[in-house]
């Protein structure tokens, strides 16, 4: 009961007012038209149970990314690969090393099964790794690192991550999250999936509910050494993904155009949004996911006032007062007009 349940984004405003949700990350374009057609073609088959190996979800994957089959798991979205490696290797009076400003869901996981949630300062909202390593003790056995992270947006480098695991001893885990992935498009910016490759004790974690559009269908993946790929086969639910999720998932991974096509809506939106957003005397921090970390003032133009200015215009942001940042709101990018009208409810709002 000392568990605070996870909170998803709000998408109700007034009654009568477009409603423009903001607050979950959503891809606005939707998924797939590809995708799409293969859930309808999965309904002929309700009656079957799924593969209990996802084996042609996991070939997709395996053939997009250069992988080998037998170290992918797929799970019921990505949180539930996050709790299922909580519960191989994280038990009572355990520790997990978290940043500051991560996902809720690792400090959700860890209390669940007994763990103790430890929480390394971040640096200008970023991960530091010196305070990460600073922070380990004989307890530690998993180390989350969300890249990007939520609800910042903000990354570490390849070198930085290499860093991070050349510190930890070869029996603690490191959990890299890469829900925000494929968004990404800086230099020094890497999956971690070479390091996954290089390493016993490095896993990937991804999700289809992001960029692919599929968030309804609830879908993770995840890239893992054999030995810790076969702890979590062994104690994952026997059919814990759906034939329809299966079967999108599978189109959605091939339909790298659509991919590509949704990281250069996204990434121009993202560098818009924060430009006008910083012209209006807000303060943006610099984001490489599909969403923007926002910092109000103290004064009556605070977060809070924001976000109620912005529902009673059917503008749903996202409240972060549970990760520590009060002062701030998170935006998802939305479509165009949805952008612009963020833009002007705020620059009205700043000058209310």
């Known amino acids: ?23 979950s990350n959503e891809t606005p374009l939707g998924p797939s038209p590809k995708a799409r057609d293969a859930y309808e073609a999965a309904a002929k088959y309700l009656h079957r149970y799924p593969d209990g190996t996802a084996t042609l979800l996991r070939e997709a994957i395996a053939k997009t990314y250069s992988l080998p089959l037998e170290n992918l798991v797929c799970g019921n979205g990505s949180d539930e690969l996050i709790g299922l490696l909580v519960h191989a290797y994280a038990g009572q009076g355990d520790e997990v090393l978290i940043s500051e400003h991560g996902f809720l869901m690792y400090q959700i996981y860890a209390q669940s099964f007994g763990a103790v949630t430890v929480k390394a300062p971040e640096k200008d909202l970023r991960t530091d790794v010196d305070a990460m390593l600073a922070r380990l003790t004989p307890k530690t056995k998993i180390v989350f690192v969300a890249n990007p992270n939520n609800p910042t947006g903000t990354y570490i480098t390849n ?75 062994r104690i994952r639910s026997p059919f814990n993904v759906s034939a329809a999720a299966i079967a999108a998932g599978t189109a959605a991974v091939a339909d790298t155009a659509y991919v590509d096509h949704s990281r250069a809506f996204n990434n121009k939106w993202v560098a818009w949004l924060t430009h006008e957003l910083n012209n209006i005397g807000l303060t943006v921090v610099p984001s490489i996911a599909n ?35 009060p002062e701030y709101l998170r935006i998802s990018i939305g479509l165009e007009e949805d952008n612009r009208a963020v833009v002007q409810a705020l620059t009205d709002f700043m000058k209310s």
């Open 159 to 233: 070198d930085e991550m290499a860093r991070l695991h050349a510190g930890l001893p070869s029996h603690v885990i490191l959990a890299i999250d890469g829900a925000y992935t494929e968004y990404a498009d800086k230099p020094d910016y890497a999956t971690g999936l070479e390091l996954a490759q290089t390493s016993r004790n490095v896993v990937c974690l991804r999700t289809f509910s992001k960029i692919y559009g599929l968030s309804a269908l609830r879908l993770g993946w995840m890239y893992a050494p054999h030995a810790i790929a076969d702890a979590i086969n």
């Open 291 to 325: 969403f923007v970390l926002v910092k109000f003032p103290c004064d009556k133009h605070n977060s809070s006032a924001a976000n109620a200015y912005m529902t009673e215009l059917g503008l749903i942001p996202r409240e972060v007062g549970n990760y520590g940042l």
């Open 1 to 23: 009961m000392g568990i605070a349940p996870y909170v998803g984004g709000k998408s109700k405003a007034k009654e009568g007012v477009r409603v423009v949700k903001l607050s």
